[in-house]
């Protein structure tokens, strides 16, 4: 899995087992500012999805630090 902090859509979780074939899909999210999704630089800024837990954190700007455990439909656990 690639972990993608991605401004105000938040945190994108992309399944990249095909990736050599050219396809990349979603396997979760976690938005951090659902006020909007414009493509401006404030919320998410970077992911730290390497906490042996499972638990990834996500730095932000202008908000709290947030970090959550879910779990995706493909089983994948971490912060969305």
């Not at 690639?2 to 990249?16: F, H, K, P, Q």
């Not at 630089?41 to 630090?65: E, L």
């Not at 455990?69 to 656990?77: D, H």
């Amino acid at each position: 899995y690639a972990y993608e902090a991605n401004y105000t859509t938040g945190l994108r979780i992309l399944d990249i087992k095909n990736v050599a074939q050219g396809e990349l899909s979603e396997a979760g999210f976690f938005d951090t500012y659902p006020e909007n999704d414009e493509a401006v630089m404030t919320s998410a800024w970077s992911a730290f999805p390497f906490y042996k837990s499972g638990v990834v954190a996500i730095s932000m700007d202008r908000q709290k630090a947030r970090s959550r455990r879910n779990q995706t439909e493909s089983g994948l656990s971490g912060c969305f």
